[in-house]
T-cell receptor, first 113, second 117 residues
Framework: GENVEQHPSTLSVQEGDSAVIKCTYSDSASNYFPWYKQELGKRPQLIID?????GEKKDQRIAVTLNKTAKHFSLHITETQPEDSAVYFC????????????FGKGTMLLVSP | DGGITQSPKYLFRKEGQNVTLSCEQNLNHDAMYWYRQDPGQGLRLIYYSQIVNDFQKGDIAEGYSVSREKKESFPLTVTSAQKNPTAFYLCASSHRTSGELVKNIQYFGAGTRLSVL
């Protein structure tokens, strides 16, 4: 089945720095890769996603890149702000076709002022 | 907020007791999901349902049961067979993914925190 590995588990940066979170997946059939942000005590919310036919996608300060050959994808946050502090989860479609997602274990991002 | 409502926010279970977590959505989504979240473990799929009166086991279904009698509702029962039920439970919903052209964008409820007395 699908297995999603996410690194690092924690990441501390200074305000204004960039942050990068990396994920690898095992099922070459996976074709959809969303990223969710979960603030403390709140529900996970989708922040950006990418399909397997696209190599990169940007939305203001966040971007996601995908390398299908290597089966890894990354989240990039530029000009980090304290409100970016949260747990970030990557996910990949499968292993039950397109009907489910397999999530990574999460990265706690701490942005210090 | 809104769209997916989970209740209660906090729940306590006694030894040998079954408890039921509620999940209701008004997004007209066909698919609904239950996840368990433990510290450092991410979100693990318990059960999911793509359509009314049908549901499938996820990765950690043992000790749990579900029903899907209405499109809007997908309750989860944590049975006494689940020996380690203390966790944060999240319900989600999405449009039904009938093929690779449809994104499985899942929307989450606010969660129920279950503890054992």
């Amino acid at each position: 089945g699908e297995n999603v590995e996410q690194h690092p588990s924690t990441l501390s940066v200074q305000e204004g720095d960039s942050a990068v979170i990396k994920c690898t997946y095992s099922d070459s059939a996976s074709n959809y890769f969303p990223w969710y942000k979960q603030e403390l005590g709140k529900r996970p919310q989708l922040i950006i996603d990418i399909r397997s036919n696209v190599g990169e996608k940007k939305d203001q300060r966040i971007a996601v890149t995908l390398n299908k050959t290597a089966k890894h994808f990354s989240l990039h946050i530029t000009e980090t702000q304290p409100e970016d502090s949260a747990v970030y989860f990557c996910a990949a479609s499968g292993p039950r076709g397109y009907s489910t997602l397999t999530f990574g274990k999460g990265t706690m991002l701490l942005v210090s002022p | 907020d809104g769209g997916i409502t989970q209740s209660p926010k906090y729940l306590f279970r006694k030894e040998g007791q079954n408890v039921t977590l509620s999940c209701e959505q008004n997004l007209n989504h066909d698919a609904m999901y239950w996840y368990r979240q433990d510290p450092g473990q991410g979100l693990r799929l318990i059960y999911y349902s793509q359509i009314v009166n049908d549901f499938q086991k996820g990765d950690i279904a043992e000790g749990y049961s579900v029903s899907r009698e209405k499109k809007e509702s997908f309750p989860l029962t944590v049975t006494s067979a689940q020996k380690n039920p203390t966790a944060f439970y999240l319900c989600a919903s999405s449009h039904r993914t009938s093929g690779e052209l449809v994104k499985n964008i899942q929307y989450f409820g606010a969660g129920t925190r279950l503890s054992v007395l």
